[in-house]
C-alpha cells in the first residue's frame, strides 16, 4: 500500500537539503569535509545517510514516528546525493565546478527527475487501489 504521508516527507525533506545545501555551499564555496587528506563530498555523505534510513524503511512494516524519521533522513540522504550526482560525473569535482550552470542544472535535472518517479509511484498506488474496491 502507498504511504502519502511518507512520500511527502520524502519530498520535503529532499527539496530542502537540495536548496540548503546549494545556498550554503553557494555563500561559501570553499567548505569542505575532510578526513585527512581525503574531500568527503555529500553525494557519499548522502548514500550512507540512505543506507542507514533506507534499511528500516525495508526491513520493518507500519507507521510511527520512528519510520516517518527514516523517511526525513533518507530523503535528506537522496538530495545530497542526487545534487552531486551530475556534478561529480561532468566536472573536475572542484568547488569552482560546483558553481558551474552544469551542475546547477545537472543537480535540477535529477532531483526532477526524483520526484516526477515520486509522484508516479502515488498515481499507481492511487489506481491500483482504485482497483481494488
Known amino acids: 500500500m502507498f504511504n502519502k504521508k511518507r512520500s511527502l516527507l520524502l519530498l520535503i525533506s529532499l527539496l530542502v537539503t537540495f536548496v540548503v545545501m546549494r545556498i550554503s555551499l553557494h555563500l561559501s564555496p570553499s567548505s569542505n569535509f575532510n578526513v585527512g587528506a581525503y574531500n568527503i563530498h555529500h ?16 526491513l520493518f512494516d507500519g507507521n510511527g514516528p520512528k519510520l516517518d524519521f527514516s523517511t526525513l533522513v533518507f530523503g535528506a540522504g537522496l538530495g545530497m546525493t542526487l545534487d552531486e550526482w ?10 569552482a565546478a560546483y558553481l558551474l550552470p552544469l551542475s546547477l542544472w545537472g543537480a535540477i535535472v535529477m532531483i526532477t527527475l526524483a520526484v516526477l518517479y515520486v509522484l508516479l509511484l502515488y498515481t499507481i498506488g492511487k489506481h491500483s487501489r482504485t482497483n481494488r474496491q
Do not use: C, E, H, K
Open 43 to 58: 553525494l557519499f555523505t548522502g548514500v550512507l545517510l540512505m543506507l542507514l534510513a533506507g534499511l528500516p524503511l525495508i
Open 86 to 95: 551530475v556534478y561529480l560525473i561532468t566536472t573536475d569535482g572542484s568547488d
